[in-house]
């Protein structure tokens, strides 16, 4: 018999999470917000093997306004401009660049869970000219009845290798290879 943690379907997120994200959807629920769960959470709720630390959130400059607004009652530090280099180096032709996100940004706690909104984010590695603003069509989930938009896999895994973090690229191949066995086993 298969183990529950072989499964690599199931998707295991702590409670902890999905409790933080009922609460994050009861405030911006009928806002008319765009956003989406990023990070190692919008990873495991795609069935990517993950530890999430904290909810990621990207969206518009203006959704970014409209969620701190939203949540204003959970102790939100204030929204800024902002710059951050991120603790992992981009490896790229075989050299370490840092690699660094700017955004609007601000966070907030929701059941101790940390909660990181970037608002227009884009990347840059080391001194090279920013990249476009992060923009995708997302894909939906279903948690607990509420349809969450997550930032799609592909989009991930073309981040990841342009970074030269095949170890996370890796992982989303995994979960495409299971999808297209799914697939093959489905349409015989």
């Known amino acids: 018999m298969e183990e529950e943690h072989d499964n690599p379907l199931l998707i295991i997120i702590p409670p902890k999470y999905v409790s933080a994200l009922l609460k994050l959807h009861e405030k911006l629920e009928g806002k008319n917000i765009e956003w989406a769960l990023s990070g190692d959470l919008g990873e495991s709720l795609r069935t990517v093997r993950a530890e999430p630390d904290c909810i990621e959130i990207v969206t518009s400059k203006d959704g970014a ?4 607004d939203a949540v ?3 102790n939100v530090k204030p929204a800024a401009d902002a710059v951050e280099k991120l603790s992992r180096n981009a490896m790229i032709q075989g050299k370490e660049y840092p690699v660094y996100v700017r955004s609007r ?3 907030f706690d929701i059941n101790k869970i940390k909660v990181k909104v ?3 984010l884009q990347f840059k590695v080391n001194d090279w000219a920013w990249g476009d603003i992060f923009q995708f069509t997302a894909d ?3 948690i607990a009845g509420k349809k969450t938009s997550v930032v799609p896999l592909t989009v991930k895994y ?10 996370r690229a890796e992982n989303i191949s ?3 290879a299971i999808q297209e066995q799914i697939l093959h086993k489905r349409f015989r």
Do not use: P, R
């Open 65 to 68: 306004q409209q969620i701190h």
């Open 118 to 120: 970037y608002g227009d």
């Open 105 to 107: 940004y601000f966070e």
């Open 140 to 142: 939906i989930v279903n």
């Open 72 to 74: 204003s009652d959970f």
């Open 158 to 167: 073309q981040l990841y290798t342009s970074l030269g973090w095949m170890d």
């Open 174 to 176: 995994k979960v495409f």
